[in-house]
């Protein structure tokens, strides 16, 4: 009987950085910030041309 237990190697996979539609897209942390801000960004622009496109649709 042996009394050492076998020493298993795996190798680790490295992280994909290409765009795939099974595994999704990586985002470094440096560039989050960035993406955020821009979301942000369009988010409040499409918000205030809503009210402004509203206000001259609505005015008779």
């Excluded at 999704?24 to 402004?52: D, H, R, S």
Aim: aromatic share 16%; charged share 25%.
């Amino acid at each position: 009987m042996r009394s050492e237990a076998k020493k298993r190697h795996y190798r680790v996979a490295q992280r994909e950085i290409e765009q795939s539609p099974n595994k999704g897209v990586f985002i470094a942390n440096e560039k989050k910030q960035t993406y955020i801000l821009f979301a942000i960004g369009i988010f409040l622009f499409t918000f205030v041309q809503g009210f402004i496109l509203g206000y001259f649709v609505s005015r008779d």
